[in-house]
């Protein structure tokens, strides 16, 4: 079992950055893919990023290349999403995922565990 709680959501500017933070429990984190997904009013949840149990593989959506970084810590049982140049269109519920399985995917069907989500507002 692993338990997700986001946090670092938060109101930004236009151009601004924010950092979300994933803390995990269970003993299983450290073989566990992550991912982060968003969800916007009125839409489909979609994949932001994913990164393999190594931190050897990383995966992002388009719209996201370049400006975000998708990290963890298995020290601290942690995955990181670090958000640079945000824009309005990143305005979203941003939610973590755990995978059962050593290898990221950007499906989220695939994911076995999911936080509540931390809401990230970009305004323009």
């Known amino acids: 079992q692993v338990q997700l709680v986001e946090s670092g959501g938060g109101l930004v500017q236009a151009g601004g950055s924010l950092r979300l933070s994933c803390a995990a429990s269970?003993?299983?984190?450290?073989?566990?893919?992550m991912g982060w997904f968003r969800q916007a009013p009125g839409k489909e949840r979609e994949f932001v990023a994913a990164i393999s149990w190594s931190g050897g593989i990383t995966y992002y959506t388009d719209s996201v290349k370049g400006r975000f970084t998708i990290s963890r810590a298995d020290a601290k049982n942690t995955v990181y999403l670090q958000m640079n140049s945000l824009k309005p269109e990143d305005t979203a519920a941003y939610y973590c995922?755990?995978?059962?399985?050593?290898?990221?995917?950007?499906?989220?069907?695939?994911?076995?565990?999911w936080g509540q989500g931390t809401q990230v507002t970009v305004s323009s």
């Open positions: 269970g003993r299983t984190f450290s073989s566990a893919a």
């Open positions: 995922a755990a995978r059962s399985l050593r290898m990221p995917t950007m499906r989220g069907l695939d994911y076995n565990y």
